[in-house]
């Protein structure tokens, strides 16, 4: 195996450098949002990026991560990771079950199928009584990391958060640059060939969906512990729409693309909340646009670009 | 009281009617759905805010210009995919190049953009349309009572998907555009004006959601959000029927609005998945769809 190129490493450097020292000067609970969307966006990048999937339904397996962690830790008394890890076993199974399904087509259908069968699960959120309905699961306590490390304090549940993000971007960075990643990559570029060449492809292509919706499973019910609720909203369509937008922003197919995606679109989302109000839709639709129409490489894309580097 | 299976008939009756209603939103949707896609390859993810805006400029030509009903059936399909045609013009043609996963994140963005200006404008808890005085009341059939309202739905959207089905399958015109479908250089050696006729398909097909949403506007509350939670279930519908025929889109749509309304009697809570589970399926025994090609 290759080591790994200088460029990623001083970028995973300052990424590093900037996850440890941000919490002392912005807002954890921001920071906290930024990495749990960044961890979302990341592994819908593992399909988009590194296979050419385009999930338009990954808000499913975000929204039922963050509703089961949240009914979990809530109602069963789970410790904030058994928690989470509940929420990733049932998004892994349900992109087990769906990825399934969406593979059997490819390119727009394969968009409009995984979306919807995303909307099967939030039609069914919305009738089924765990969810709780419009109310969604509030107060859902942070608990006690292995029992024992008191969560409540934002500055304690930041590190868990960083190390859940860390974990989970350096588990995909792995993955794509192994011999499992290569022949995604070969798929990707032609599919026809990687068949020929004796790759079983639709067997690749299920472990990535499912590899990647277990991620966004990790994401959302990260996100449901620090924002102690699930609602409606992680489940919806907009949500998946979140997700592609971060990924196209910093830049579909880089390693540090969707964080750096996740972290202009969430901080966006918080600065022009105020001003905007209820625009930032349209602003949103407005930055889709615009980097379809011209800025299709994202932003580490083209600094990748001039740089001649990976990153 | 006559029953059939345990539910009592006018109520199956009533469910039936509603679902047939549904079933002409679903086909006049999949139907222009298929029209551009056949033609672009592009999926419109713009097609619920289109079909939003038509209903909305039926609104907006009769509280601010006074025309009636029958003037919005005409004019808001027109109004609503001359702007189709400006987006085909301005944006979407630079997309035929690329993958054509771009033309579906353009057009979702444009959706975003599209309702959030509508959103921001008229609120989202929804506008009355008055039902044209022509179409009050209803008709005994024996069986039982119909909205007159309801029967010209129906019979509009058939009359209509007749047509373009009639159009592409059956006349010279038709024939240029399935030709520029399989073989668009060939056509424009020809002297067919290929990039023209693309543009044209695109305003038509949004054209004819636009229809269908000046036919939902007495139905349902205007709203931006009407299109949206619809256009999810088309785009199933859409799956299901396969792109590959411009019938089997009409035959897919009211065929799964009537299954959904017969859902709605005999498994209310089922009602609102029916269709997706009805996808799921036939993904799994007809990948390409009932009337698609492999």
Redesign the interface.
């Given at each position: 195996m290759n080591a790994v190129p200088l460029s990623q490493r001083i970028a995973f450097a300052a990424m590093l450098v900037l996850i440890v020292a941000s919490p002392f000067v912005l807002y954890p609970v921001f920071l906290m949002k930024v990495l749990c969307f960044a961890l979302f966006a990341v592994a819908f990048n593992l399909l988009i990026g590194f296979v050419g999937l385009l999930s338009f339904g990954h808000a499913a397996y975000f929204g039922m991560g963050s509703y089961v962690s949240a009914h979990a830790a809530k109602v069963w008394g789970f410790t904030p990771e058994l928690a989470i890890l509940s929420g990733a076993v049932v998004a892994a199974l349900l992109g087990a079950a769906f990825g399934w399904l969406a593979i059997r087509r490819s390119g727009i259908y394969f968009a409009m199928i995984t979306l919807a069968l995303a909307q099967m699960v939030y039609f069914v959120c919305v009738q089924a009584p765990f969810t709780g309905g419009e109310d969604g699961i509030q107060a859902v306590p942070r608990g006690h990391l292995f029992g024992v490390v008191d969560l409540s304090s934002d500055f304690a549940l930041y590190w868990v958060v960083a190390a859940v993000f860390l974990a989970g971007f350096l588990f995909l960075y792995r993955v794509v640059h192994s011999p499992f990643g290569q022949v995604l990559k070969a798929i990707r570029e032609n599919e026809a060939r990687a068949v020929s060449l004796g790759y079983r492809v639709d067997d690749y292509k299920l472990i990535a969906f499912v590899l990647s919706a277990a991620l966004a499973g990790v994401a959302g019910g990260t996100k449901a512990i620090v924002f102690q609720l699930a609602t409606l909203t992680d489940v919806n369509w907009p949500m998946s729409g979140e997700a592609v937008l971060m990924t196209l922003v910093g830049g579909i197919g880089t390693i540090f693309g969707p964080p750096v995606g996740a972290l202009v679109i969430i901080t966006m989302q918080n600065e022009l909340a105020t001003i905007l109000g209820a625009w930032v839709t349209v602003v949103q639709g407005g930055i889709f646009v615009a980097c379809v129409l011209a800025f299709r490489r994202g932003i580490v894309g083209e600094i990748q670009a001039k740089l001649g580097k990976p990153l | 009281m006559d029953t059939i299976f345990g539910v009592p008939a006018v109520a199956l009756y009533g469910q039936l009617m509603l679902g047939l209603i549904n079933g002409a939103f679903y086909a006049l949707l999949s139907l222009g759905l298929a029209v551009i896609?056949g033609m672009m390859?592009v999926?419109n993810f713009t097609h619920g805010a289109q079909f939003m805006m038509g209903a909305f400029v039926a609104w907006m030509l009769l509280e601010w210009l006074g025309l009636s009903y029958w003037w919005a059936l005409l004019l808001a399909p027109l109004i609503v995919g001359a702007t189709g045609v400006v987006i085909e013009r301005l944006?979407i043609s630079?997309?035929y190049r690329?993958d054509?996963?771009?033309g579906?994140?353009?057009t979702?963005?444009?959706?975003?953009?599209?309702?959030?200006?509508f959103?921001?404008l008229f609120g989202s808890s929804g506008i009355p349309y008055r039902i044209p005085d022509q179409l009050q009341g209803a008709m005994d059939l024996g069986f039982m009572f119909l909205p007159n309202y309801r029967g010209w739905v129906i019979v509009a959207s058939v009359v209509v998907c007749f047509g373009t089905w009639f159009v592409i399958e059956r006349t010279k015109l038709g024939a240029y555009l399935r030709a520029a479908t399989e073989r668009p250089l060939l056509v424009q050696a020809f002297g067919v004006n290929v990039p023209r006729m693309i543009t044209l398909t695109y305003g038509f097909g949004v054209a004819l959601a636009a229809f269908a949403g000046v036919l939902a506007a007495p139905i349902y509350s205007v709203n931006p959000n009407m299109g949206?939670?619809l256009i999810?279930?088309v785009?199933?519908v859409?799956?299901i029927g396969g792109m590959g025929s411009i019938a089997g889109s009409i035959v897919t749509g009211f065929g799964l609005g009537l299954v959904e309304g017969l859902t709605k009697v005999f498994y209310p809570?089922g009602s609102?998945?029916v269709i997706?589970?009805i996808?799921?399926i036939v993904?799994?025994l007809r990948?390409a769809g009932l009337f698609g090609r492999a």
């Amino acid at each position: 195996m290759n080591a790994v190129p200088l460029s990623q490493r001083i970028a995973f450097a300052a990424m590093l450098v900037l996850i440890v020292a941000s919490p002392f000067v912005l807002y954890p609970v921001f920071l906290m949002k930024v990495l749990c969307f960044a961890l979302f966006a990341v592994a819908f990048n593992l399909l988009i990026g590194f296979v050419g999937l385009l999930s338009f339904g990954h808000a499913a397996y975000f929204g039922m991560g963050s509703y089961v962690s949240a009914h979990a830790a809530k109602v069963w008394g789970f410790t904030p990771e058994l928690a989470i890890l509940s929420g990733a076993v049932v998004a892994a199974l349900l992109g087990a079950a769906f990825g399934w399904l969406a593979i059997r087509r490819s390119g727009i259908y394969f968009a409009m199928i995984t979306l919807a069968l995303a909307q099967m699960v939030y039609f069914v959120c919305v009738q089924a009584p765990f969810t709780g309905g419009e109310d969604g699961i509030q107060a859902v306590p942070r608990g006690h990391l292995f029992g024992v490390v008191d969560l409540s304090s934002d500055f304690a549940l930041y590190w868990v958060v960083a190390a859940v993000f860390l974990a989970g971007f350096l588990f995909l960075y792995r993955v794509v640059h192994s011999p499992f990643g290569q022949v995604l990559k070969a798929i990707r570029e032609n599919e026809a060939r990687a068949v020929s060449l004796g790759y079983r492809v639709d067997d690749y292509k299920l472990i990535a969906f499912v590899l990647s919706a277990a991620l966004a499973g990790v994401a959302g019910g990260t996100k449901a512990i620090v924002f102690q609720l699930a609602t409606l909203t992680d489940v919806n369509w907009p949500m998946s729409g979140e997700a592609v937008l971060m990924t196209l922003v910093g830049g579909i197919g880089t390693i540090f693309g969707p964080p750096v995606g996740a972290l202009v679109i969430i901080t966006m989302q918080n600065e022009l909340a105020t001003i905007l109000g209820a625009w930032v839709t349209v602003v949103q639709g407005g930055i889709f646009v615009a980097c379809v129409l011209a800025f299709r490489r994202g932003i580490v894309g083209e600094i990748q670009a001039k740089l001649g580097k990976p990153l | 009281m006559d029953t059939i299976f345990g539910v009592p008939a006018v109520a199956l009756y009533g469910q039936l009617m509603l679902g047939l209603i549904n079933g002409a939103f679903y086909a006049l949707l999949s139907l222009g759905l298929a029209v551009i896609f056949g033609m672009m390859n592009v999926i419109n993810f713009t097609h619920g805010a289109q079909f939003m805006m038509g209903a909305f400029v039926a609104w907006m030509l009769l509280e601010w210009l006074g025309l009636s009903y029958w003037w919005a059936l005409l004019l808001a399909p027109l109004i609503v995919g001359a702007t189709g045609v400006v987006i085909e013009r301005l944006m979407i043609s630079r997309l035929y190049r690329l993958d054509h996963l771009y033309g579906l994140l353009l057009t979702f963005g444009l959706a975003l953009i599209i309702e959030g200006v509508f959103r921001n404008l008229f609120g989202s808890s929804g506008i009355p349309y008055r039902i044209p005085d022509q179409l009050q009341g209803a008709m005994d059939l024996g069986f039982m009572f119909l909205p007159n309202y309801r029967g010209w739905v129906i019979v509009a959207s058939v009359v209509v998907c007749f047509g373009t089905w009639f159009v592409i399958e059956r006349t010279k015109l038709g024939a240029y555009l399935r030709a520029a479908t399989e073989r668009p250089l060939l056509v424009q050696a020809f002297g067919v004006n290929v990039p023209r006729m693309i543009t044209l398909t695109y305003g038509f097909g949004v054209a004819l959601a636009a229809f269908a949403g000046v036919l939902a506007a007495p139905i349902y509350s205007v709203n931006p959000n009407m299109g949206s939670q619809l256009i999810i279930v088309v785009f199933a519908v859409v799956v299901i029927g396969g792109m590959g025929s411009i019938a089997g889109s009409i035959v897919t749509g009211f065929g799964l609005g009537l299954v959904e309304g017969l859902t709605k009697v005999f498994y209310p809570e089922g009602s609102a998945t029916v269709i997706f589970v009805i996808m799921a399926i036939v993904l799994l025994l007809r990948p390409a769809g009932l009337f698609g090609r492999a």
